[in-house]
């Protein structure tokens, strides 16, 4: 009669130690997908049969999710947060969060921290342009407003549609000379189909389409020399789509100081729509996104993972125009 096969054997035969081989049994933890392979291919070799009711008592939930967004400073981040948080608490889940300032090295670092409290998911919304590879992370993962990898599923809005709203609306109150402010978008991020969308309207309406850059990580001075710009170097400009209800709130500020009246002679749209904003501002027009919709279908889906299934899917959720008295 052979001996039954051991965590041990597989460890040995796989080269790697006893813990890595049971955090591949129970996917836990921060794993290459070489290790992976190489555990899976020893088990396989050996014919192990896990103890299945060895695996049920080490597999012990954290009941933690991870959170990596780029600051709760923001009123859209600021909110989306606080909703993510509520629904995992009321799913059972306590939160660990970190707020990268889209610094990747930051966002590396709070990755290895989350992961060594042997968190049980993770939902990520830093928009960092380095990737951070998250994909090789043996981890329930779902990202929101970021296209991380195929394989890791996506909640976010229609972006371009919400671009083309913006730039429609202002085109049939009257405006001729728009201008769009965004931050340096490669052609699929969230921003670069805002940008898309305002830039297909203007061509279709035989208008110009003039873009200026504001990063989302510049100090408020730095926003305001930029928005300085655009009236001095475009007096003509009668009608503004800000990338983001904070960027729009800025721009009030400096039209007062060029003496532009809004919406009189100057019409701006923002876009975000968050709770706060809408008290704060409510005089704004904006493109509104479902923002606590958007935090109840991400950890849905972060569940389903959780659960076992393979979810791989992204998923759109519409947006809406707001309309207040600045457009």
């Keep these: 009669m052979n001996k039954p096969v051991k965590l041990e054997d597989v460890a040995k035969k796989a080269g790697v130690s006893k813990t890595t081989v049971s955090r591949v049994l129970n996917k836990r933890g921060y794993l290459s997908g070489e290790t992976i392979k190489k555990v899976q291919n020893a088990m396989k070799e050996l014919e ?12 012990q939930k954290t009941n933690l999710v991870g959170l990596v967004f780029p600051t ?4 859209f981040f600021g909110q989306l947060e606080a909703a993510l948080d509520t629904e995992l608490y009321q799913a059972g889940y306590k939160v660990l969060m970190g707020n990268s300032q889209n610094n990747p090295q930051k966002e590396q670092e709070y990755m ?3 992961l060594n409290h042997q968190i049980d998911g993770l939902i990520i919304g830093a928009h960092n342009d380095q990737d951070v590879q998250y994909k090789e992370k043996n981890l329930p993962i779902v990202s929101i407003e970021r296209l991380v ?3 890791i599923p ?14 429609e609306r202002l085109v049939e109150i009257g405006c001729r000379h728009i201008i769009h402010t965004n931050y340096p978008p490669h052609e699929e991020s969230t921003n670069g189909q805002r940008r898309r969308g305002y830039e297909d309207v203007m061509k279709e309406k035989g208008l110009p389409a003039i873009t200026y850059a504001v990063d989302f990580d510049r100090p408020v001075e730095e926003k305001k020399k930029v928005f300085e710009q655009i009236f001095s170097e475009h007096p003509e400009v009668d009608g503004i789509f800000a990338d983001n209800d904070t960027n729009a709130a800025l721009i009030m500020q400096v039209a007062q100081k060029y003496g532009r009246k809004i919406p009189e002679d100057l019409k701006i749209i923002g876009f975000d729509g968050a709770d706060i904003t809408r008290v704060l501002f409510p005089e704004l027009t904006t493109i509104q996104q ?19 299934e393979v979810i791989e899917d992204s998923i759109q959720l519409p947006v809406k125009l707001i309309t207040g008295v600045t457009a």
Excluded: C, D, W
Aim: aromatic share 6%; glycine share 8%.
């Design 48 to 59: 192990y049969r896990p103890n299945v009711i060895a695996r049920q008592l080490f597999k």
């Design 72 to 75: 709760v400073n923001n009123p």
């Design 112 to 114: 290895k921290l989350l």
């Design 149 to 151: 990898s195929s394989h």
């Design 154 to 167: 996506m909640v976010g809005v229609n972006n371009y549609e919400g671009g083309r709203l913006a730039t």
């Design 290 to 308: 479902p923002i606590n919709l958007m935090a109840k279908v991400a950890v849905e889906l972060l569940e389903q993972q959780i659960k076992g």
